[in-house]
């Protein structure tokens, strides 16, 4: 069966024959990090998708920490990476899923449904003795071809018009603290966009990093969205990187549709005359 929201370690225990892997472990604040660790210890046949490199464009100043890769470019790579209409993708990292829905949420968008997030991720799959080696590894290139879709991306001139609007709900991704401005430790400005709520993603999952059961989390996002329905949902981080972490628990939860404002805060804080909020 394809799976296209998570996939649990046995099943990807079985399958490594057939599934394209890929390691999407990342440090922001020490870049260098997850291609290391990956090179020490991976899952076998496990080939390494860096944030920076690979899942990220130029960046301008203006267009957020981790602005959306070159979808052309973008493409070739995951042609290179041995991934086409036929391939079932697997994505993890260390464990939440953090940065494995990036590329995750990068192929939905490409068109591509057959991609799912480990759940649990190395950590789980390490904890329960399964195999893990050390080096690089390659897959046989293949032709990739997807079509984008902008239904699934939200722009800033968009979250201006919405973000005060009851009939939308913007969904602030990052911890409480940054949302209310008491920290900021990525970007220059504290604070969040005016009228958005908070939802930190690491609550979508357990202590171990497995995803909280579905009604667990619909139970959450029904209080979050009330009546709005989750096409009307927007999400946003730090750098679209956690916002994806949401659109992926709203999928396991059952409510289809959200939406990513892929430059967040760190491209919404670059505009002087942009307004900002602070507290609750």
């Known amino acids: 069966m394809p799976y296209s929201t998570l996939i649990p370690t046995a099943t990807l225990a079985d399958n490594l024959n057939d599934f394209a892997i890929f390691d999407c472990r990342f440090d922001l604040t020490n870049p260098a990090r997850g291609e290391q660790l990956y090179r020490e210890a991976h899952i076998p046949g496990a080939v390494y998708a860096s944030l920076d490199r690979h899942l990220a464009g130029p960046k301008t100043g203006r267009n957020g920490r981790h602005p959306l890769p070159d979808l052309e470019k ?94 939308y709900r913007v969904i602030d991704s990052r911890a409480p603290e940054r949302y209310r401005g008491e920290i900021e430790p990525l970007d220059p400005v504290a604070g969040h966009i005016p009228g958005a709520v908070n939802h930190y993603n690491l609550s979508n999952v357990n202590p171990d990093g497995t995803f909280r059961a579905p009604e667990a989390l619909r139970a959450g996002f029904l209080a979050l969205l009330g009546d709005v329905p989750p096409a009307r949902a927007i999400t946003y981080c730090g750098s679209g990187v956690a916002a994806a972490h949401n659109v992926l628990a709203l999928e396991v939860a059952g409510f289809s549709g959200a939406r990513v404002y892929a430059g967040s805060w760190s491209e919404w804080c670059s505009e002087a005359d942009r307004p900002v909020a602070r507290g609750s």
């Open 74 to 167: 973008f493409q070739a790579q995951l042609g290179a990476w041995g991934i086409d209409a036929s391939t079932q993708v697997v994505v993890y990292d260390e464990g939440p899923g953090m940065f494995a829905s990036r590329l995750w949420w990068l192929l939905r968008y490409l068109s591509h449904a057959t991609v799912a997030v480990l759940d649990g991720g190395l950590g789980k799959w390490i904890g329960e003795g399964r195999p893990a080696r050390a080096g690089e590894e390659q897959r046989a290139p293949r032709q990739f071809a997807g079509s984008a879709r902008p239904v699934m991306l939200a722009l800033a001139d968009e979250i201006e018009q919405v973000r005060a609007n009851l009939a």
